[in-house]
């Protein structure tokens, strides 16, 4: 069920203006020539600077070794392992694959660049099924506990059991797409009611896709940080429950249970190779996916834990500006990115205070390079493997590509020809038309 609020959403013809031209890359020397970083920041252990030399990982590694207890408190192991052993019992669990992308690495110069592939996590698209759906489960068995003074385990959430007894419950989030995706599974999984907020960008098949999920979803006039105010305000005269992947004043616990379930990412990567990467390039709207990366690195790995670079959209750089002064900052989103996951004007507290932790460097890109990227991937020039990566899954592949050919760029971030860069294929084809407009016929 959808409803509209105002005005209809942007046509799906003509979503973005870039994806008008066909792109005609098709291999990553070509996609260097158009990967650029507009915007390049590099923080020191103690404040930022902008401009001094590093030429050391080890010097863009977190100060700290170990994960730190002021962090644990607010964000902990045990939360990280609760997280991944519920999800890897869930039916269809199967890790994602863990892709070398040798072509690239070769273009770029480091001898490794390893891509997460989450085009197929849970039959969703993307790896939000791992949050969303996992903060519901939690979110219902802790109230299921705390109304019957019995431990209720999420397996038997999950299960249906409590069908009956939840049927008044409503959860509701605003998303881009894919958060509210698998909010939406999680809650047809527990029985629960679902009304999930969109903004005025969000294409058509991704509103059809929660919506086939049993959410009602509605539609508003604004943009996305618009429309999770306009949630959390409803929720409240509604007594909804907001199962949100940004967190705020006043409102941590649940997109704490929402980072949690992206950790199984970690779990699995370092089950999947030998070695460590020494850079990690992850992207960020809000920042929650790449907190929870970071700190599930942190605390898995100590002193060898990577560097950590943060990439933005030019025109959503929220976690640009909050490094660059020292606090989080929220930026007015002026124009929509085609990354639009990844168009987010507000930070999340709780990432934030993991990531000004950790993080050594940010940068920003334009959308010019993501339909080169992306159809690169889908015609196997990046790994002789063809992969199905969306528009936010490439931004990692761009900034490294942009970095690697600016040589203080590269000294800054310590990048050499013995570098393991590791980046996150974060969605597939979530909007298949869009896809398809964007990459073309690659048959």
Not at 129 to 147: C, F, N, P, R, T
Not at 279 to 296: N, T, W
Request: net charge negative; hydrophobic share 40%.
């Amino acid at each position: 069920m959808t409803q509209n609020l105002r005005r209809p959403p942007r046509a799906l013809q003509d979503p973005y203006p870039v994806s008008r031209a066909k792109p005609t890359v098709s291999t990553s020397a070509d996609l260097l020539t158009t990967s650029r970083i507009n915007r390049f920041h590099l923080r020191a252990q103690s404040g930022s600077v902008s401009g001094s030399e590093s030429g050391s990982v080890s010097d863009l590694r977190p100060a700290n070794n170990l994960w730190p207890d002021a962090l644990n408190r607010q964000f902990s192991a045990d939360d990280m392992c609760r997280a991944q052993q519920e999800i890897q019992q869930w039916d269809g669990y199967a890790a994602t694959s863990l892709e070398s992308l040798s072509q690239v690495a070769a273009t770029a110069g480091v001898r490794q660049l390893w891509y997460k592939d989450e085009s197929t996590r849970f039959g969703l698209g993307s790896f939000k099924a791992l949050g969303g759906a996992y903060a519901v489960m939690h979110y219902l068995a802790d109230l299921l506990s705390e109304q019957t003074g019995t431990a209720i385990s999420m397996a038997s959430v999950r299960a249906g059991e409590h069908k009956a007894a939840l049927s008044s419950v409503t959860v509701t989030s605003a998303t881009d797409g894919n958060h509210g995706r698998s909010v939406a599974w999680g809650a047809r999984m527990a029985g629960v009611n679902c009304t999930i907020f969109i903004h005025r960008d969000v294409s058509s098949a991704r509103e059809q896709a929660m919506a086939s999920l049993g959410a009602t979803v509605v539609r508003i006039d604004g943009d996305y940080d618009e429309s999770v105010h306009h949630c959390a305000a409803v929720a409240k005269e509604n007594n909804w429950q907001v199962i949100s992947d940004t967190s705020y004043e006043g409102y941590r616990d649940i997109p704490r249970q929402v980072m949690a379930g992206y950790t199984v990412m970690v779990d699995e990567i370092l089950n999947q190779t030998d070695e460590l990467p020494t850079h990690v390039f992850i992207q960020a709207g809000v920042g929650g996916l790449a907190a929870s990366i970071a700190a599930a690195f942190w605390q898995r790995t100590g002193h060898d834990c990577p560097a950590f670079i943060v990439v933005e959209s030019d025109y959503a750089d929220c976690l640009h500006q909050s490094f660059i002064q020292g606090k989080p900052v929220d930026v007015k989103i002026q124009q929509e990115t085609m990354m639009a996951g990844l168009s987010c004007g507000e930070v999340s507290l709780l990432a934030f205070d993991i990531l000004s932790s950790c993080v050594r460097a940010s940068v920003t890109i334009d959308d010019t390079a993501v339909p080169d990227a992306m159809r690169m991937m889908a015609m196997g020039q990046a790994c002789n493997k063809k992969l199905e990566a969306g528009e936010c899954a490439v931004p990692g592949i761009i900034a490294l590509l942009g970095v690697s050919h600016n040589a203080e760029y590269r000294a800054q971030l310590g990048l050499t020809d013995e570098s393991r860069v590791l980046v996150f294929g974060c969605e597939g084809a979530t909007d298949p038309d869009l896809y398809h407009a964007i990459v073309g016929d690659i048959s």
